[in-house]
């Protein structure tokens, strides 16, 4: 099992910066995978940006250039750096650890959310 904790959501104003980091214990052994996620009120959950062990990045096209996302394999954590927010931005952000075997079979796991609210 992967426990996953985050943190340094808040209130921010359209054009502003916002960090947000997310702890993982437990198997962290196991984790092949982490990323961020958000989900807007009556919207589906949205991937924002993923990182693989060996520091590979994925992005959603909606945070491409203004999201960065890292991760510090000795602590534990992933770290998703926001810039240039917008209002759409608002949403809960989730942290997510997949451990990926080898006969495909994935499990996921998630942290509570941390609610991103950005002000026009």
């Known amino acids: 099992q992967v426990q996953l904790v985050e943190s340094g959501g808040g209130l921010v104003q359209a054009g502003g910066s916002l960090r947000l980091s997310c702890a993982a214990s437990?198997?962290?052994?196991?984790?092949?995978?982490m990323g961020w996620y958000r989900q807007a009120p009556g919207k589906q959950r949205e991937l924002l940006a993923t990182?693989?062990?060996?520091?590979?990045?994925d992005y959603g096209d909606s945070v491409k250039g203004r999201f960065t996302i890292s991760r510090d394999n000795a602590k534990n954590t992933v770290t998703l750096q926001m810039s240039s927010l917008k209002p759409e931005d608002t949403a809960v952000y989730y942290c997510?650890?997949?451990?990926?075997?080898?006969?495909?079979?994935?499990?996921?796991?998630w942290g509570q959310g941390t609610q991103v609210t950005v002000s026009s």
């Open positions: 437990g198997s962290v052994f196991s984790i092949n995978v």
């Open positions: 997510n650890a997949e451990r990926r075997l080898p006969d495909a079979t994935t499990y996921r796991y």
């Open positions: 990182i693989t062990n060996d520091g590979t990045t």
